[in-house]
């Protein structure tokens, strides 16, 4: 869905760091290092933005179930 604003493991902020994180591999960066210009350096951190699938635009089309 949306990226969550928090580390699952240690509590770091992370969300904002997603976008600048996109950015960055868009220029051709390597993920290592957009993590370490980021400041991203904990594998939990790291995982969470990995791992992440942004869905939300793509169910945003659709009605509520109810
Ligand atoms: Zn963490």
Same mark, same amino acid.
């Given at each position: 869905?949306?990226?969550? +604003?928090?580390? !699952?493991?240690?509590?770091?902020? +992370?969300?904002? +760091? *997603?976008?600048? *994180?996109? %950015? /960055? &591999? %868009?220029?051709?960066?390597?993920? %290592?290092?957009? !993590?370490?210009? &980021?400041? /991203? %350096?904990? !594998?939990?951190?790291?995982?969470? +933005?990995?791992?992440?699938? $942004? &869905?939300? $635009? $793509? /169910?945003?089309?659709?009605?509520? &179930?109810?």
């Amino acid at each position: 869905m949306i990226i969550p +604003i928090r580390c !699952f493991s240690c509590g770091k902020l +992370i969300a904002h +760091i *997603y976008k600048p *994180y996109l %950015e /960055l &591999l %868009e220029k051709g960066e390597r993920s %290592e290092d957009a !993590f370490k210009q &980021l400041g /991203l %350096e904990r !594998f939990c951190c790291q995982r969470m +933005i990995v791992g992440h699938v $942004d &869905l939300i $635009d $793509d /169910l945003l089309k659709f009605s509520r &179930l109810q």
